[in-house]
């Protein structure tokens, strides 16, 4: 491996991991295609195939997934006992996304998320004027958080809905292949009303759970290339820090309006991918 390249992986991995913990959807998302254009495209690395793209970035969740969650759960800025529900519906959800994947053809998959990452964009420009949906809402189990600026959120959630509606978002999330990072952040703000920080962090401890389950299967199947792996996860496990140290310093607005930009800049990548790729 060339000087080069692992300098490149080296920023690969810090710039992937910084914007993935500010916002909370762990980085696989840039990874992934980055790797495929670097080793498919340009050849500046060997060996990479859309699955090794893939189980290499899984790996590197994991790294990002548990240097985030520390950070956030430190700084009080996680839902350990909420996401331990919302875990209980996502997971069996994702098993049953991942077997209905097999009828998605990927330029319908690339047009169906992208549209549906934009929607998430613009929802989240207009939250405040949604009305709260008291069905997912318990006041029993009320919770407050107060934010940088001094401003004061009280959530809550209740337990039945939120595991069915975490069950479709995992088998959107299986069927899409793509983590719960980017659905759940999203979700968690506009449907259950969680801080944005809240929500942040507690999305990096479900994808750093739900990543140990997924790089399982590609380790036993072989798609990670480890020497690629090794240098991304150093990289990242110090990237996150980095992006758990900036969001505590951020407004909760500027997390939001973060969230936005790359869900409708990665939901237009996706939709021009469909017809181009």
Same mark, same amino acid.
């Given at each position: 491996?060339?000087?080069?390249?692992?300098?490149?992986?080296?920023?690969?991995?810090?710039?992937?991991?910084?914007?993935?913990?500010?916002?909370?959807?762990? /980085?696989?998302?840039?990874?992934?295609?980055?790797?495929?254009?670097?080793?498919?495209?340009? =050849?500046?690395?060997?060996?990479?195939?859309?699955?090794?793209?893939?189980?290499?970035?899984?790996?590197?969740?994991?790294?990002?997934?548990?240097?985030?969650?520390?950070?956030?759960?430190?700084?009080?800025?996680?839902?350990?006992?909420?996401?331990?529900?919302?875990?209980?519906?996502?997971?069996?959800?994702?098993?049953?996304?991942?077997?209905?994947?097999?009828?998605?053809?990927?330029?319908?998959?690339?047009?169906?998320? /992208?549209?549906?990452?934009?929607?998430?964009?613009?929802?989240?420009?207009?939250?405040?004027?949604?009305?709260?949906?008291?069905?997912?809402?318990?006041?029993?189990?009320?919770?407050?958080?107060?934010?940088?600026? /001094?401003?004061?959120?009280?959530?809550?959630?209740?337990?039945?809905?939120?595991?069915?509606?975490?069950?479709?978002?995992?088998?959107?999330?299986?069927?899409?292949?793509?983590?719960?990072?980017?659905?759940?952040?999203?979700?968690?703000?506009?449907?259950?009303?969680?801080?944005?920080?809240?929500?942040?962090?507690?999305?990096?401890?479900?994808?750093?759970?739900?990543?140990?389950? =997924?790089?399982?299967?590609?380790?036993?199947?072989?798609?990670?290339?480890?020497?690629?792996?090794?240098?991304?996860?150093?990289?990242?496990?110090?990237?996150?820090?980095?992006?758990?140290?900036?969001?505590?310093?951020?407004?909760?607005?500027?997390?939001?309006?973060?969230?936005?930009?790359?869900?409708?800049?990665?939901?237009?990548?996706?939709?021009?991918?469909?017809?181009?790729?």
């Amino acid at each position: 491996m060339s000087m080069t390249a692992i300098f490149v992986l080296i920023f690969l991995g810090l710039f992937s991991s910084i914007i993935g913990s500010i916002v909370g959807i762990g /980085g696989g998302i840039i990874i992934v295609p980055a790797l495929i254009y670097l080793g498919m495209e340009i =050849g500046l690395i060997d060996g990479i195939t859309p699955q090794k793209a893939i189980g290499t970035s899984t790996v590197i969740l994991i790294s990002t997934g548990l240097s985030a969650s520390l950070g956030y759960i430190k700084n009080k800025q996680a839902d350990l006992k909420n996401a331990v529900i919302f875990m209980v519906g996502i997971i069996p959800g994702a098993l049953v996304g991942a077997h209905l994947s097999q009828y998605l053809t990927i330029h319908r998959f690339n047009l169906y998320f /992208g549209i549906f990452l934009i929607i998430m964009s613009i929802v989240l420009m207009v939250r405040d004027k949604i009305k709260p949906i008291k069905f997912f809402q318990n006041k029993k189990y009320e919770k407050s958080y107060t934010d940088i600026k /001094g401003d004061t959120y009280h959530y809550s959630i209740a337990p039945i809905p939120a595991v069915l509606l975490t069950f479709l978002v995992g088998c959107l999330t299986g069927l899409f292949g793509i983590g719960g990072g980017a659905l759940m952040t999203p979700l968690m703000i506009i449907i259950f009303r969680f801080p944005p920080h809240i929500a942040v962090g507690t999305s990096m401890i479900m994808i750093f759970v739900s990543s140990v389950s =997924g790089a399982t299967s590609h380790i036993i199947q072989g798609n990670i290339i480890w020497s690629y792996a090794i240098i991304l996860i150093i990289a990242s496990f110090i990237g996150a820090k980095i992006g758990v140290q900036i969001n505590k310093r951020m407004k909760s607005t500027t997390v939001v309006l973060m969230l936005r930009i790359i869900l409708m800049l990665l939901g237009i990548y996706l939709i021009i991918k469909s017809f181009t790729g």
